[in-house]
């Protein structure tokens, strides 16, 4: 599976961004996603999480509320909407895929490449 991240950008506090990942293989329909963020000097951290059904999803603390996480399997692509953005969410925003909900870096079988959500004040 090979995922495309896109969508981020520049945005000020208390607006919106809608970020797709796009995976190529007919396979993709069979592995849980996830959305992984890491800010400079951090570790990278989990985001969102949803089985290959789409019917369960997962949240970090920090973001609960304001991010959903959704999928679409026949356009092989899954979505993070966030809403409600802060500074503190400014980091590169990575989409992965596993055989399980991958809420920790060691679950994840395929990363994407990554795209940068900055948040201005």
């Known amino acids: 599976v090979q995922l495309q991240a896109s969508g981020g950008g520049l945005v000020q506090a208390g607006g919106s961004l809608r970020l797709s990942c796009a995976a190529s293989?007919?396979?993709?329909?069979?592995?849980?996603m996830g959305w992984f963020r890491q800010a400079p000097g951090k570790e990278r951290e989990f985001v969102a999480g949803?089985?290959?059904?789409?019917?369960?999803?997962y949240y970090a603390d920090s973001v609960k509320g304001r991010f959903t996480i959704s999928r679409d399997n026949a356009k092989n692509t899954v979505y993070l909407q966030m809403n409600g953005l802060r500074p503190e969410d400014t980091a590169v925003y990575y989409c992965?895929?596993?055989?399980?909900?991958?809420?920790?870096?060691?679950?994840?079988?395929?990363w994407g490449q990554g795209t940068l959500v900055t948040v201005s004040s």
């Open positions: 992965a895929a596993g055989r399980q909900v991958p809420r920790e870096t060691s679950g994840v079988d395929y």
């Open positions: 293989g007919r396979t993709f329909r069979i592995y849980a």
């Open positions: 949803i089985n290959w059904s789409g019917g369960t999803t």
